[in-house]
């Protein structure tokens, strides 16, 4: 399974290898191929679906496959309006990864070098309904893997470093409905995946470090960074500053000594999920501080003004 979604109220997924053919219906009990909930998608992809989305009354989805249901132009990424699969133009040239809804725009994100032979529309292209069309100018110019969509802001994921020729756009960037900005100052390799809470962004794919503006902070693999883009899920490397924030033990049980704090700032412990568990009282440059029994054991960011750690309570 590579995605789900909903349409009608009813929960869809798509992927490879069940017996519905890339895409399926779940009724809370038994996978159901989708032609036998809605019969007039009597014709299935002939390869992988890797993104699926439900946007204003339209399924659209994306993938490896060519010519659905016989459509010349349904390459890659097509639509199913209720009644029969329609082409977007003449689809893109490879694999489609990702797919996003603004308004009446469709993006679409992979590992294709144009959408329908559009200039600067490789990795990345938006569908207005009637045609293709540049996202900024340059493109991404590599691959994307997913979208995630806050408010009208559309972040992007992926292999790129310095994307849409932008600084800082490495792994990640966002775009608003005008222009490219950088999401802090992005990651040492790919970012996959991506969503968030009302609080923080949490990225997760093949990667090291996460940039910052004093040096990188070592973060392999899973980051959560707040949404003013300061990275979190941290530990430092050995460029850190011997000055920033330390914590020991570490692992903690009752108590935990911190030194290096700024000054006049509260001490705020962050669980896996982003969700504020523990605010204690300003300490002075080194304290012992009691973890109280209602923190329960699991991993947590200890954040101090813009220093971070991670904590793990046992």
């Not at 017996?19 to 036998?36: A, C, E, L, M, T």
């Not at 914590?247 to 935990?256: C, D, I, K, S």
Request: net charge positive.
């Amino acid at each position: 399974m590579e995605r789900i979604s909903t349409w009608g109220g009813r929960f869809v997924a798509s992927g490879s290898k069940y017996y519905g053919k890339n895409i399926v219906r779940w009724d809370g009990r038994d996978w159901h191929s989708i032609s036998q909930v809605f019969p007039a998608i009597d014709h299935q992809p002939n390869s992988d679906v890797w993104a699926i989305l439900m946007h204003k009354d339209k399924l659209y989805i994306g993938g490896t496959f060519e010519n659905l249901d016989g459509k010349a132009g349904a390459d890659g990424v097509a639509y199913f309006d209720g009644t029969a699969w329609q082409a977007m133009g003449n689809g893109v040239d490879r694999t489609v990864y990702a797919l996003a809804g603004i308004d009446s725009d469709i993006y679409v994100g992979g590992g294709f070098t144009n959408a329908s032979g559009v200039a600067n529309t490789a990795g990345l292209a938006k569908w207005n309904g009637t045609s293709w069309q540049a996202v900024g100018s340059p493109s991404i110019g590599r691959t994307v893997r997913e979208f995630h969509v806050v408010g009208k802001q559309l972040l992007v994921v992926g292999s790129f470093q310095g994307g849409a020729g932008q600084a800082y756009t490495n792994g990640i960037a966002r775009w608003d409905g005008k222009a490219w900005h950088p999401v802090a100052y992005g990651v040492t390799g790919e970012v996959k995946t991506i969503t968030s809470t009302a609080t923080n962004l949490y990225i997760g794919g093949d990667f090291t470090q996460a940039a910052t503006k004093n040096g990188t902070l070592a973060m392999r693999n899973f980051g959560i960074l707040d949404l003013s883009g300061i990275p979190l899920a941290v530990e430092p490397d050995s460029r850190t500053p011997s000055t920033s924030m330390q914590l020991w033990p570490n692992p903690a049980q009752h108590l935990v000594q911190v030194a290096g704090l700024p000054a006049g700032q509260p001490l705020q412990f962050y669980d896996a999920l982003g969700r504020l568990a523990l605010t204690l009282p300003a300490p002075r440059g080194s304290a012992q501080v009691q973890l109280p029994p209602s923190l329960k054991p699991g991993v947590y960011i200890v954040r101090c003004g813009a220093a971070t750690r991670r904590l793990v309570v046992e």
